[in-house]
């Protein structure tokens, strides 16, 4: 089950007693729960039918009350479970989650985490209720996912700008979606988001950012690599070094997993490492500037220049120049 089958069903008035809505991904969990609180019901019908707890604050027997009075004046009632993970003996509502009121549509929100499966209590929510269970986006899923976002919007983006968009969010949903629609705001009636408009809005440099600075070490461009750092050093907000190194760690990993992927097929290589085939030639790239042991030395500076840049094994070097001592290091590979 899926966030959007939950809310397609709803929109087709299809409704189950009872949903559990758990994992490790808020954003899916509170599109549910969005939806559940202002669209399942009218104006006028919520007024009375609807009802929202709070997991650190409800208790287990109040929350059951509530699911089991009848609607007014209308076919339905909601009660919603919010922060449900918070909520002490949660397992106590198995008595109602087996046998439901039909005309109550009880909606949790269990967030960061799952119900052991090996419990009584799962059991049931597996048998009588319908469960949707959230994770984390890979890596390689956050540029179409975002640009299926952009496209929801009315909007297109271009294949630079979304890179940029997703490599200084990261793998924060919610803030991808803020940040989309806060930039449908500024376009004032245009429809394509360019690089520009990531750098004027979100305030991402287009030319210094990681993503170019990936680029430039993956090209041994080391001119280029150097002008990067000097603007991270001139603007530390832009890229902190625990930001830069983890994200230089992952790329050159990954190049070292294509070195072992067997193919030469960019497509086969892409599914292999599990990233957008769109990524490709830049590994491909940085093979062939380092090499197998070249690739491995970087991976093993990079976890040096890390602990470094936490204090350890360093007397306190500004993080501009540790990165400068790394890019050195790395252009004589």
């Not at 009872?18 to 994992?23: A, K, P």
């Not at 408009?197 to 287009?206: L, Q």
């Not at 680029?215 to 280029?224: E, H, M, S």
Request: neutral net charge; proline residues 3%; charged residues 25%.
């Amino acid at each position: 089950m899926s966030a959007e089958k939950i809310i397609s069903d709803w929109k087709k008035g299809n409704f189950k007693p009872v949903y559990w809505l758990e994992g490790e991904e808020p954003y899916f969990i509170d599109e549910v729960m969005q939806y559940a609180e202002h669209k399942i019901l009218s104006e006028s019908e919520a007024g009375f039918n609807l009802t929202v707890f709070y997991g650190k604050d409800a208790d287990w027997a109040t929350v059951i009350n509530a699911c089991r009075r009848y609607p007014m004046f209308a076919d339905k009632q909601v009660v919603l479970l919010k922060e449900a993970q918070q909520m002490r003996d949660i397992e106590k509502l198995e008595g109602y989650v087996e046998n439901p009121l039909p005309s109550t549509v009880f909606v949790v929100s269990y967030k960061e985490k799952k119900v052991d499966a090996r419990t009584k209590f799962a059991k049931i929510l597996k048998s009588k209720a319908e469960v949707l269970t959230t994770k984390k986006l890979y890596e390689n899923q956050l540029p179409e996912w975002t640009n299926n976002i952009v496209q929801s919007a009315g909007l297109t983006i271009t294949q630079k700008a979304l890179l940029l968009l997703v490599d200084h969010i990261g793998n924060d949903l919610s803030r991808i979606q803020n940040e989309i629609e806060k930039l449908s705001i500024n376009l004032n009636g245009r429809k394509s988001i360019s690089e520009d408009d990531i750098e004027n809005y979100i305030g991402v440099s287009k030319e210094f950012n990681v993503f170019e600075l990936q680029d430039a070490l993956a090209k041994k461009n080391i001119t280029k690599a150097i002008r990067i750092i000097q603007y991270f050093a001139a603007n530390p907000k832009a890229a902190p070094i625990q930001l830069v190194i983890p994200s230089l760690y992952n790329f050159f990993s990954k190049a070292y997993m294509a070195l072992g992927a067997g193919t030469n097929d960019e497509k086969s290589i892409a599914s292999a490492i599990g990233v957008n085939p769109y990524f490709i030639k830049d590994y491909v790239t940085a093979i062939s500037s380092y090499k197998y042991e070249g690739i491995e030395k970087i991976l093993l500076l990079l976890h040096q220049y890390n602990l470094r840049s936490i204090g350890v094994n360093d007397g306190g070097t500004e993080d501009a120049d540790l990165l400068k001592e790394l890019i050195m290091k790395m252009a004589m590979l």
